[in-house]
């Protein structure tokens, strides 16, 4: 006997039916309380706190001036100004996503794919981009040569 002609048998329109499992508290009708969000990626939201061993092959640019470096496992960019300053923003341009790069020469962040300018402090100089980057902290201790990221 197939499920439809089991249930047919029993008399039961699909709503009564219905009323009765979640009379059950069946999980089907039950609360969804403890699942996660749908949006909401594992470690979404987690507050981005590393620190960056500048005698390390991966962040060695950071000691000179005017380079930058896109961090791989955080949403950052860091560069280190023509004054020696570092200043680290988000790396994805507000516009579509695109990953932004530093201009020393200009003391700007730009997006390759429309053109959108940066001001050091992530503010937008001309879009098609309307909103700015989030800026993180930056504290450098030039004894160790660790640059600490944090917000
Ligand atoms: S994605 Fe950066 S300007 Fe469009």
Redesign the pocket.
Known sequence: MKRSEFIRSLGLSSGALMAFYCMGGLTACSSEKGDPAPDKAPGAGAKVDVSLDLNSADYSKLKTNGEFVVLKDQPVIVARKNDGTFVALAKE??????T?SYQAANDRFN??????NFSATGGVLN???TAPLKQFKTEFNSSTNILRVYE
């Open positions: 341009c507000t516009h579509q996503g695109t932004i997006c390759p794919a429309h053109g959108s879009g098609p981009a």
